[in-house]
């Protein structure tokens, strides 16, 4: 698939299920999706391996925009990119934008063919100013 994949991680595993079940119904199967949350023990959290699984899972030569909720998610996709190594992690962009309205924006500029920077400038729109 040529259109950028699309990573939702979330501390919590039903925010991240919920925000990628928003995206799959926004525009179908036309992105790369995938989706991790929590802490492998069923609490909150994110996992540096589980965030490289859904990269790979969501995983397209446009690139991997990924959506994080907060701080500690944001680290751990920035170790699990650094952990992937070149040359795929200059394909992938760690994305600090509401979490929601952001995955489901970034999801359909990219369903249209939109770049990577697109695809991130556009959920940064939606960032706070």
Same mark, same amino acid.
């Given at each position: 698939?040529? +259109? ?30 995938? #989706? *991790?949350?929590?802490? /492998? ?17 969501? #995983?397209? $030569? ?11 998610? $944001?680290? +751990? ?8 190594? $070149? ?7 760690? *994305? +600090? ?15 249209? /063919?939109? &770049? ?10 939606? &960032?706070?100013?």
């Amino acid at each position: 698939m040529s +259109n950028v994949g699309i990573v939702i991680v979330s501390h919590s595993p039903l925010v991240a299920e919920g925000t990628a079940d928003m995206v799959r119904q926004m525009v179908g199967d036309e992105v790369p999706l995938a #989706w *991790c949350g929590g802490n /492998g023990h069923g609490g909150l959290g994110t996992n540096v391996e589980a965030i490289m699984s859904a990269i790979d899972k969501a #995983w397209s $030569e446009a690139g991997v925009a990924i959506l994080v909720d907060l701080g500690g998610a $944001e680290t +751990n996709s920035e170790m699990a990119v650094e952990m992937i190594g $070149e040359p795929r992690a200059q394909k992938i962009i760690v *994305c +600090n934008a509401p979490i929601v309205e952001g995955a489901v924006m970034a999801a359909t500029e990219a369903s249209g /063919g939109a &770049s990577l920077r697109e695809v991130v400038a556009t959920a940064h729109e939606l &960032s706070p100013s």
